[in-house]
């Protein structure tokens, strides 16, 4: 089963069910599918018992637990007859309110056996519901060429009921100019579109393929089957049943709305399975939950696993495994999960989570009315099993307990928003200093005075390597400052002694052109590629923030500021030993960059540690003096100072021994460049020193190496057309030719 056939079933089944008012009702679904029969079943439902369960906990002794007026539950069970093998129903609570043992109907197929195995989901699941009240002219120009792609004409049908007079033919001739020779919908007559609707087969499964290989986009796909069932339909993107029983696609919240004395009753996740039409339905509880009493007003209480395992809250698969439901995240695994609403001092409060075993522990921050941020750790291990209760007491916090992290932070005049491309475990958001809640893909507006303030815990900061990371994108033009430590969104609770070893930044601001300043950057051990491409395109970025690290790793800061065409000035790089790629275009096309570090004091060097470091820096007067490095490694150097067209003067280079691709299109492309002082020895050629001095200034000075034995072979490989070689002391014999 395609998991993309879900949407298609929701449609049917929601249609049908606004359809059936009494037993054995005959619904009429899309003019091309066929007539299906319901009936009306009723189901006993009870819940687990000393279960704490849904939305009422009414005292320590008591855990009764009740069925209130409008409660639903949704209903999955496999039929051959549905439209691609299973149905999905609501059923509500039409008997037993204020009861733990209530009665629930709803509408299945008529043609369900007693040997049909319901499953049964509460709170009712629908995730993402949209409501489309779709024609034809809403449809865009792509979808229209895609419906009518995959609708099957049933001309021989039509024809022959032209030629029997049961249509009129001018019907048919307009049908077919419709498919073939384009004519537009808008001429055809109402009962010409209903016409051709009756006489075509929409193939759902063509449909469901070009979805799952991203020929059309989800919202795409729901407007064609919003049309296809006609009128006012519900696009649900909701939960699958497998063909081993299991329940796809439920979402277990990581933000969770504080509820007095119990939770919030959309974590209150229950799951039941019976055989049969008239079966008792036993809900058992998915979650287990953490208990406390509140020390104070809160803004926001939030739960973090230690070990950041994300398997608190997510995207889950369910299975039902001999009455024991089991949760399985598959998808948007979070290791937080954060309760915001009214949080009163004194009163009792639970948040739900997934049962696992909290290897490292757990750690609670309560965020206070007026902003301070107290945190609660426990290190040790312990499991909390399913449907079972963690009593955190009443959490004694005195100022010892207090935070108050430079957390990242945005600014702007005016009114801005803010989108991460991927949900990132444990991160979490505040506005104008307002309660703490999981970032996740929200879009969060903020400016006006109200700063935008994140935090994290996760220990791998904000990409996982360099294809699985999270992007920042702001949603319109207004400037935005950033400020703050990054390592806050490693972790803000310690976050100046946590590890940052395997923290990652790759391209968070990649293309934000709004931002014009930096959140601080001081770790000193860093992830290979950790800031990777985290600036690419910051066209407003002026000043670029200090890195202080000494020992780098691989691709730590390649093409760091790429095409930050606005910043001036380089920050120092301290760095002694350096890794492959660490500095691969780090500044490339900083067209406004005028200096570059006053030093670069690494002698020990990687292969391509410099390449392209300051390629298309054409503002580029100043240099540093030296290279000081005396031993290179493979392409080192290669297109370091390419197309750096203002600079006149090439730093010194004291290695007298060349290798593979070290100075390769080091200088290429500077054409003001007039000077260069290099000490090696080894003959150069094309493979060593290619086009180093291609396109420099038509006069220049070459300062060798007294010790150099190599001919000069004048070209862009070792000494340019119209510039002198000075040869400071030593051998004064030195020859134009062929080369040795």
Known sequence: MKKTTKNL?????????????????????NPQQPEVARKHITLTAVQEENGATRAAISSEDSKQIVWTAGDKFTVLYRDANTLLG?????????????????????????????????????????????QFNMTWDKLSDEERGTYKAFCEFQEEDCYNDAVNDIIKMEDFNAIYNFLYVDKPWEELSQKQQELYNQYVRFNFD????????????????????AYVNGGSTTANHSITLTDDGKVTDIVFPAIQTATEGSFDPAAGLMMAQAVGEASALEFKNVASYFKFVAPFD?????????????????????????????????????????????????KTYYIATLPQTF????????????????????????????????????????????INPPYVTFSAASTQTLTMSKAVEGMEYSVGGGAWST????TVTFGNGDDLRLRGSNGWGTAKSTSDHSTITFGNDAPVACSGDIRTLVDFTSYETTSTANARFCELFCYCSQLTSAPALPATTLAENCYDSMFQSCSNLTTAPALPATTLANGCYQLMFLDCTSLTTAPALPATTLAGFCYNGMFYGCTSLTTAPETLPATTLAGSCYSGMFNGCTSLTTAPETLPA??????????????????????ELP??????????GMFSGCSNLNYVKAAFTTNPTTFLTGGWLSGVAATGTLVINPAALWYVIKGPDSVPEGWTVEQPSGINDLKEGEGI
């Open 9 to 29: 079933l929701a449609l049917v089944a929601g249609t049908m069910a606004l359809a059936a008012c009494s037993d054995d009702a005959i619904v009429e679904n």
């Open 86 to 130: 299973f149905d999905n129903v609501d059923f509500s609570l039409t008997g037993g309110a204020n009861t733990s043992s209530g009665t629930f109907t709803g509408s299945v197929l008529e043609s369900v056996t007693d040997e049909t195995v319901y499953t049964a989901l509460y709170p009712r699941y629908a995730k993402n519901e949209e």
């Open 206 to 225: 063509y449909l469901n393929v070009s979805l799952d290989v991203y020929y059309i986009t989800q919202e795409e796909y729901d407007h064609i089957l």
């Open 298 to 346: 809160c803004r926001s209480v939030s739960i973090f696993d230690n070990a950041h395992a994300g398997n608190m809250a997510g995207t889950l698969t369910l299975d039902y495994n001999a009455g024991e439901p089991t949760a399985e995240v598959t998808a948007n695994g979070t290791s937080s999960i954060t309760l915001t609403g009214t949080i009163e001092e004194g």
């Open 359 to 402: 290897t490292e522990g757990i750690m609670m921050v309560f965020s206070k009315t007026d902003g301070t941020d107290y945190v609660k750790r426990t290190s040790s291990s312990y499991t909390l099993g399913r449907n079972k209760v963690s009593n955190m007491g009443t959490p004694a916090l005195g100022d010892e307990n207090v």
């Open 439 to 442: 970032l996740g893909t929200t």
């Open 630 to 651: 005396t031993t290179l490694e493979n392409h080192c150097y290669i297109g370091m100072f390419n197309g750096c067209t203002s600079l006149e003067t090439a730093p």
């Open 655 to 664: 290695a007298t021994t060349l290798v593979e691709g070290c100075y390769v």
